[in-house]
């Protein structure tokens, strides 16, 4: 990607949650993973956490709910890989952010590439995601 944006420019955030034990358990299913850290609060809190984790891919598929919101539904994630920095807890509010970091047009559109950081409840940043997204149409 040859273009780099002159200064990062941030995209509109969205906000998610509270998150709670059946947002969690719903995951277990759909990724048919059912670890226990996810959805037991006793076997939560014998590993020393307050309550059970939200799953890292629950805030990685967050992340392509985010790029849909912000880019459109004719936006296709052509790479992403997220970073998991720190824990978030059953009952907690997350939000999302980003900043462009580049763009480029192409012949049938535009590919841009950002940074999402996932934040929870206290505002700190639990996971952050770098992707590359292509749309046919240019974003505001």
Known sequence: MSANVSEVKPLPSMQKGPIERYHLVEWCAAENDYYILHYDERFARRMEFEAPLIQGTYKL??????????????????SISMRYLRPDIEGSLLKLSAELLAQERLDDGYLYRVVIRVCGTNGEVSAEATAEVSTETAIA
């Open 61 to 78: 598929g967050l992340s392509g709910a985010y790029i849909a919101q912000v880019f459109g539904k004719d936006t296709r994630i052509r």
